[in-house]
DNA sequence: TTCTGAATTGCAAAACTATTGCATTTGCAA
DNA sequence: TTGCAAATGCAATAGTTTTGCAATTCAGAA
């Protein structure tokens, strides 16, 4: 079976197309993607079946969704135990200028911060521009 | 001479109603602002307007940009030495949940973070979402 | 103060991005 | 194999941001 399979089915989700090929090209990739970016790889696939789809894996814990400074939201997939119910996504995401694509940084969690008096935090969101390791050296 | 028209002149730009409205509310709020909440404060002023005003405004280094929880963008005036060529704005952003209000701690810096080996950074970002002080106690 | 050119604005239209409704199709468990 | 809820495709709508262009406005020079 393979991992996309796996995926679909602990989540309690059908089998699909359109979830197999985004799941695919998720795992592939390991980064952050758009909605555009679906498209472009899921040809048979219309437009609003995708916007669906991300929101169900969002909904089901599987994707978290990435903000990037380009007011494009991309998503991602979660690498440990976020489910419907409690959603985990404590770590730093790096968009590299050059290339555009977002990774997670799973192994950098976000440092902590003492806020000022008054104000409570719920979630936090650390979020790192510049150059990735592919790109640097690659030229431009 | 009033704030917002130092402002203006510092940047070499002209004294319009739309420029002028736009800075003032900025400086009577003292938090991000988005396109939206513009528009409804400037009743008389085109969409596009504001728009082109945020971005003539953000390329001047007078404001910056922020991105809330909801990839929303939101604008902030630039509190310190912004200017065309150099733009930091290398604090922390407050985002809160209750008031969908976003603020500056700009006594907040943002901690440096150790990147894996290839990565360089040139900009960093980091946004926490919670319950502001205005909020806390307050009820919903 | 008046004039003039460049900067700024408003309006219309286009380009994107995202959501909703509904009829049809599909996956899966009984 | 069949039935039905879930998922999809298509059309339409809603919302956001950008672009082109003509008209207006600002600020410095005369």
Chains 1, 2 share one sequence.
Not at 1 to 15: F, P, S, V
Not at 103 to 108: A, I, P, Q, S
Request: charged share 25%; hydrophobic share 35%.
């Amino acid at each position: 079976m393979t991992r996309a399979l796996q995926i679909l089915k602990d989540a309690g989700l059908r089998k699909t197309p359109c979830r197999l090929q985004m799941l695919d090209l998720l795992l592939q990739e390991g980064r952050a993607i758009s909605h555009s970016e679906f498209e472009l790889h899921l040809e048979a696939i219309d437009r609003v079946t995708i916007y669906r789809t991300l929101h169900t894996f969002e909904r089901k814990g599987l994707l978290h969704k990435v903000i990037d400074g380009q007011n494009q939201s991309k998503f991602a997939l979660c690498s440990h135990s976020c489910d419907e119910k409690e959603h985990r996504d404590e770590h730093i995401h790096f968009h590299c200028e050059n290339c555009d694509k977002t990774r997670c940084l799973d192994e950098l969690g976000i440092p902590e911060i003492v806020l000022p008096v008054g104000y409570s935090a719920h979630r936090a969101n650390y979020m790192i521009e510049g150059i990735c390791a592919e790109c640097v050296g690659a030229g431009t």
